[in-house]
C-alpha cells in the first residue's frame, strides 16, 4: 500500500474530530514537515486520516507504523504529539504509558470486520487510497465482464440479507427489479440511519464512501438503472461532505457519467440531503421525500422492486448492504456465505452501547451469541454489576432478558425473541437501569417521530406512553399492565408502516421480560433500580444520624427538621425528592429505597 | 376477473378492485373515514381492516388488491374491538363538543362512537389544543376536530390542483396546515370543506344556521354556465348552506361561488325589479372633446343614488327599444355595444349575439368571461 515507511493515521470520524482529531493530524503534520533537515525524511514520513475505527470512547485514535510494525495510541491530544513524535518516530521508543490497551485488543480481537475493513485503515478522502486496496475493481468486473444474471446469481448465493433492518435478501429483491420492463430504473441508498443511537451508516460513509458508491454500482448494473440517489441524513455533515466528494471524484475518472468503464452504460449518481426524521427511512416514506413531497409512508400494494420512485422499479438499500456488495464479488460469494449463518450470509454491525465497558461501533459475524458480544467484546459489565437486559434494534426494538443471553444474533433467533435486527443498536442495561423507565424512554421517541398518518400510531403509542409516564410517576393503576398489552398488541396489528408495526416493541418485550418489576412500580409504588425518581423516598436512619444538620441546609424545600446534635426528619409531604441530602450527608444517615 | 369468498360468499370482481370495493359491492357496510373514491388511496384511518387466509394481520381494505381465491372476513369480533380501539383513541383526541358543532348529526365519527357506543373511552392524556386560529374569510378551520383523514389535502392536491394544504409537526402535533401556519389564502372552493368527514372544516357562514332537518332543493348553479347542481339546504326559507350531491354531473363537486356565495339570495339589497335611471349618473359629465368622463370626486356630489325609478319589465323593455333605435338612427349601430354575462346559458349568449348582428346590426358585441 504505502510505499513511505513511516505512515502515521489519525481517526478523523466525527467522534474523533469533535475530541480534536483535526488538531493531532495537524501537529503531527507541521512537526513532519519542520523535522525535516534531512530531506529524505519528509519522503518517508506521511500522516493521513482514516475513518473511524468504532471505539470512540478513546478518541483520539493515533496508529503510528514504523515499517509495518504498528502501535496503537489512545486518548491524544494535540499536546502529547511532540513527545510520541520526539520519542517513538524519530528514536524508534514507543512511549508506553499512552499505547492503546488490553481493552483496546479485546475490542477488536472477537470482531470479524468486513465492511469495517477500510475504517481506520485508509484515507476516506482518497480515491486513490480506495483503488490501491483493489476498490472498484468489483464494479469494473460487474460492467465489463458479467452479465445482470450473473450478477444477482452471486448476490444471492451469498445469502446477503438488507442490512436497514427487514432482512429480505437482497439478491432477490435485485432479481425483481432486473425482471420489471421500464425504460428508468433506479437504485437507491438508505443513509437516513433513523434510529438515534445508531451510527454505524455514519461510520461507513465517513470512513469508506468509496465502497457504498461502488455497491451502489453494481446494484444499478445488476437491475439496469441509470439513476441512483443517495438518500443520507443531512446532519451528518461530514458523511454528505465526504460522499459529495468520492461522487466528484468518481465523475472525473468516469466511474460514474455516461459510457461507464466503456461498456456503453450510463449511471448518475446524486446526492439527496435527507430532513433526517425517523419514518425518513422507512422506504416509501424515503421515496415520497426525494420525490419532494412529505415523507409519509404509503400502503404497499406493490413492491417497491417493481414501482417505485415516481412508480418506476426502485431497489432501496441500506447503506451496510451496500458496502458489503463490492466484497461478495472481490472474495466470492462462498467465502461471504461461509462467514454467517446459513440464512444469513457475512457480518453486522452493531452500535454497542450502555452498561459494558467498551462501547464503540462492532462488526460481528451472524449468529454470534449475545453473551460473546457483552462480555467479549463489550469487555463485560461496568464495575462488574449484574447483567438485566439488553435493548436491540434501537428505539422500536425490544428488549431481552438474561435467559437470552445464549440466544444467537440473527434475523430468526431475534424475531423468535420478540425484538428486531433493526439498524443495530445494543444498549445494554444493568441492575442500576429501570425496566419502565427504559420502555418509557423508548417510547417517548416514538411517539413523537410517529409520522400521523394512521391512528393506531398516532394517537396509541402517546396514551402508551402516557400510561408509562403516569407508572414511573407513582400514578400507576391497576390494569395499567393489561391496558399496556391490549394497546401494544393493537398498535402492531393495525399500524400502516413497518414504524407502528415495531414501536410497542419495548414495551411488549418489557413487560414480556420483566412483568413484575412493572408490578412494583404499580402495587408497591416503588422502582427497585432506584431510577423513578417520583417513587423514591428519602428518610433518615435514626443509628446513623449524628445531628449535623448539613443535610438542612442543602435541602432547598426546607423539609427537614431537627436539633443540632440529635437524629433529624425528612417530612415526606414536604420533600421534592431532588436527592440532596442523600448526596451530602457523610454517615450515610438518608435511606433512599 | 377475479373470484374470491367475501363473509362466505363468493362474487367475482374485476382485478383493478380493492378488497373495500369487493366488500361494498356486496352491499357490506365496513366503517371508513379516510376513503374517498375519487382519490388516491391512503389507508390510514385503519377501520377498514379484514381478515383472511394467508394474511399475517389484519390488512386495510381499501389498500388491499383483491387476489383470486382469497377467503376474507369483513367483520369478526377481533375486528370490531380493533375498529372500537381505532375510534376510541380518536375520541381520546377529540373536543367534546358536539352539543355545539356544525357538524354534530352529520358527522362520521359521532356516527361511528355510536355505533360502538362510546360514552367513555379507556384513554385518556394530552389533547392537540390550539390557540391561534385561521382568519380567513370563508373556512372555519378548528383543527381540534381532525381525524387526519387527509381527505382535504388530496381534494386540494389531486382535483383542484392548488396544494394550499399539507400535514405539517409529527406524533400527536401532525397537523393540516397551510405552509407556515398562515392563514389560508387559496381559492376558497371549499372542497376540502366538501369531503371533511367531521366538524374540522366548516363553512364560517354556516354558523347558527341550523345544522338538522334541512328542507332540500336542487338547483343549479346560476353562477356560471357550467350548470353545477347544488343543493340548498334550507331552513326557515333561508339557506343554511350548499353543498352538492355525488350523482351530479360536477360529481358533488363545486367552487367558492357555487358553494359560499348565497347570501345575495336573501339580501333585502337585492334587486327584484327593473329601474330606469331618471337622472344623468351625476358624477358623469360631458366633457370638451364630446366623451362622457368621470369628474374628480371632490367637485362631484355626495349623493349619485335616489335617481332611479322602480318599473315594470314591460317599461324596462320599451325604454330599452327606444333608446336603441334613437342611437343607431343617429349615430349609427355601432355606436352600440352589447356585453353578455357568464351567468347566463349558452343559449341566451347565442340569443343575445343573435340580437346584436341581426337586430341591431353590429358586431360590438362580447362577453365577461374574455377577460
Ligand atoms: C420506521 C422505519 C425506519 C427505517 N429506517 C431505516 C433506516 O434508517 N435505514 C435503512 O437503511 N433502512 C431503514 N428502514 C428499512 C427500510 O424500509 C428498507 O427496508 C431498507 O432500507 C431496505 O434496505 P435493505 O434491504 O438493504 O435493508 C426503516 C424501516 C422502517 C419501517
Ligand atoms: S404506523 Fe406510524 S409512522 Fe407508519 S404510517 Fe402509521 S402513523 Fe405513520
Ligand atoms: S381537516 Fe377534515 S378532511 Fe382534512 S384531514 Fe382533518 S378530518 Fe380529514
Known sequence: ?593 | MVTLNIDGQDITVDRSYTLLDAVREMGITIPTLCHHPDLSLFGGCRLCLVEGSGMRRPAASCVTPVQEGMVVQSSTPYLERLRKTNVELLLSDHPNDCMLCERAGNCKLQELAYYYGLREHRFEGDRRIYSRKDNNPFLQREMEKCVMCGQCVRICDEIQGVGAIDFAYKGLWTKVTPPFERDLDCEFCGQCVGVCPTGALTGRIWAGKGRQKFREVDTVCSYCGCGCILTLAVKKNQIARIYSRKDTINEGMLCAKGRFAYEFVNSPERLTRPLIRTAPKKDWQLNDSGRYAQVKPERSSTNSSGVFREVSWEEALDHIAFRIKEIKDVHGADAIGGLASARCTNEENYLFQKFMRAAVGTNNVDHCARY
Open chain 1, 1 to 593: 500500500m504505502d510505499k513511505k515507511d513511516i505512515v502515521i493515521k489519525v481517526c478523523s470520524g466525527t467522534g474523533s474530530l469533535s475530541a480534536g482529531g483535526k488538531d493531532v493530524l495537524e501537529a503531527f503534520r507541521s512537526l513532519a514537515a519542520s523535522t525535516g533537515t534531512q530531506a529524505e525524511f519528509r519522503d518517508r514520513c506521511t500522516a493521513h486520516q482514516v475513518g473511524c475505527r468504532g471505539f470512540c470512547s478513546r478518541d483520539v485514535l493515533v496508529d503510528v507504523i514504523i515499517n509495518g510494525e504498528k502501535i496503537t495510541y489512545e486518548l491524544i491530544k494535540p499536546d502529547m504529539v511532540p513527545r510520541i513524535f520526539e520519542e517513538h518516530i524519530l528514536q524508534g521508543d514507543p512511549v508506553d504509558e499512552w499505547m492503546a490497551g488490553e481493552q483496546h485488543r479485546e475490542f477488536h480481537a472477537a470482531q470479524t470486520k468486513i465492511v469495517l475493513s477500510h475504517c481506520g485503515e485508509m484515507d476516506p478522502e482518497s480515491l486513490d487510497a480506495y483503488l490501491a486496496s483493489g476498490g472498484y475493481e468489483a464494479a469494473h468486473q460487474a460492467f465489463v465482464r458479467m452479465t445482470p444474471g450473473e450478477i444477482i446469481e452471486e448476490i444471492k448465493r451469498s445469502a446477503l440479507r438488507g442490512r436497514g433492518g427487514a432482512g429480505f435478501p437482497t439478491g432477490l429483491k435485485w432479481e425483481f427489479a432486473g425482471r420489471m420492463r421500464s425504460k428508468e430504473k433506479y437504485v437507491v441508498c438508505n443513509g437516513n440511519e433513523s434510529d438515534p443511537g445508531a451510527f454505524a451508516d455514519r461510520c461507513i460513509i465517513e470512513g469508506d464512501p468509496h465502497s457504498v458508491i461502488e455497491g451502489m454500482m453494481i446494484c444499478a448494473r445488476a437491475i439496469g438503472a441509470e439513476r441512483g440517489y443517495i438518500y443520507v441524513r443531512d446532519s451528518y455533515a461530514l458523511a454528505v461532505k465526504r460522499l459529495g466528494l468520492a461522487l466528484r471524484q468518481c465523475r472525473e475518472h468516469g466511474f460514474l457519467g455516461s459510457n461507464v468503464f466503456d461498456s456503453g452504460f450510463d449511471l448518475d449518481i446524486r446526492l439527496y440531503p435527507a430532513p433526517g426524521a425517523f419514518i425518513c427511512g422507512e422506504a416509501t416514506a424515503l421515496m415520497k421525500s426525494i420525490e419532494g413531497k412529505r415523507a409519509m409512508p404509503s400502503p404497499r400494494m406493490w413492491r417497491t422492486a417493481e414501482k417505485g420512485l415516481w412508480g418506476r422499479p426502485t431497489v432501496i438499500n441500506n447503506v451496510e448492504t451496500l458496502a458489503n456488495v463490492p466484497r461478495i464479488l472481490g472474495r466470492g460469494a462462498e467465502w461471504f456465505a461461509g462467514v454467517g449463518t446459513e440464512n444469513s450470509g457475512g457480518t453486522k454491525v452493531f452500535s454497542l452501547t450502555g452498561k459494558v465497558k467498551n462501547t464503540g461501533l462492532v462488526e460481528i459475524p451472524m449468529g454470534v451469541t449475545l453473551r460473546e458480544v457483552i462480555y467479549g467484546i463489550g469487555g463485560g459489565m461496568v464495575e462488574d454489576r449484574a447483567f438485566k437486559g439488553i435493548q436491540l434494534g434501537g428505539p422500536t426494538g425490544g428488549c431481552l432478558s438474561e435467559a437470552f443471553l445464549d440466544s444467537r444474533v440473527d434475523y430468526e433467533s431475534l424475531a423468535l425473541a420478540g425484538t428486531i435486527m433493526g439498524s443495530g443498536g445494543m444498549v445494554v442495561l444493568d441492575e442500576t437501569s429501570c425496566i419502565v423507565d427504559t420502555a418509557r424512554f423508548f417510547l417517548d421517541i416514538t411517539q413523537a417521530e410517529s409520522c400521523g398518518k394512521c391512528t393506531p400510531c398516532r394517537l396509541g403509542l402517546r396514551r402508551m406512553f402516557e400510561i408509562l409516564q403516569r407508572i414511573t410517576n407513582g400514578h400507576g393503576r391497576n390494569g395499567d399492565i393489561e391496558l399496556l398489552e391490549d394497546l401494544g398488541s393493537h398498535i402492531r396489528a393495525t399500524s400502516l408502516c413497518g414504524f407502528g408495526m415495531t414501536a410497542p416493541n419495548p414495551v411488549l418485550t418489557t413487560i414480556r421480560y420483566f412483568r413484575d418489576e412493572y408490578a412494583v412500580h404499580i402495587k408497591d409504588r416503588k422502582c427497585p433500580a432506584l431510577v423513578c425518581k417520583n417513587l423514591l423516598t428519602y428518610s433518615c436512619i435514626q443509628e446513623n444520624c449524628t445531628g449535623c444538620g448539613l443535610c438542612k441546609k442543602v435541602c432547598p424545600s426546607d423539609a427537614i427538621r431537627g436539633t443540632r446534635k440529635k437524629s433529624h426528619k425528612i417530612d415526606q409531604d414536604l420533600c421534592v425528592k431532588c436527592g440532596s441530602c442523600f448526596d451530602a450527608c457523610k454517615f450515610d444517615a438518608v435511606l433512599r429505597e
